[in-house]
């Protein structure tokens, strides 16, 4: 069983920065991906950044050159700051682990990012 517990989220203004932690717990491969994707009211849950266990790293174009995401593999742990917000980066930010032969997910609760124009 895997725990992933988030924080940072909160309310910004355009322009301003935050930064997202998500801490795993449990059953840890040592092999893994975990990454952010985020959720709007009413639309579906999109991809925002990965990294994998070995340090490769994708973003979503929207964020790219904005958006880094970082993790410390001894703590499995992932930070993603996030500088330039924009009212479109409101959302609700969930955290996501993907491991195993079955590519199985878990997901976190999520954190609520806010930015006010």
């Known amino acids: 069983q895997v725990q992933l517990v988030e924080s940072g989220g909160g309310l910004v203004h355009t322009g301003g920065s935050l930064t997202l932690s998500c801490a795993a717990s449990g059953s840890i491969f040592e092999i893994n991906v975990m990454g952010w994707y985020r959720q709007r009211p009413?639309?579906?849950?999109?991809?925002?950044?990965?990294?994998?266990?070995?340090?490769?790293?994708?973003?979503?174009?929207?964020?790219?050159?904005?958006?880094?995401?970082?993790?410390?593999?001894?703590?499995?742990?992932?930070?993603?700051?996030?500088?330039?917000?924009?009212?479109?980066?409101?959302?609700?930010?969930?955290?996501?682990?993907?491991?195993?032969?079955?590519?199985?997910?878990d997901w976190g609760q999520g954190t609520q990012v806010t930015v006010s124009s």
């Open 42 to 105: 009413g639309e579906e849950r999109d991809f925002v950044a990965r990294i994998t266990s070995g340090g490769s790293i994708a973003y979503a174009d929207s964020v790219k050159g904005r958006f880094t995401i970082s993790r410390d593999n001894a703590k499995s742990t992932i930070w993603l700051q996030m500088n330039n917000l924009k009212p479109e980066d409101s959302a609700v930010y969930y955290c996501n682990l993907n491991q195993g032969v079955s590519s199985h997910d």
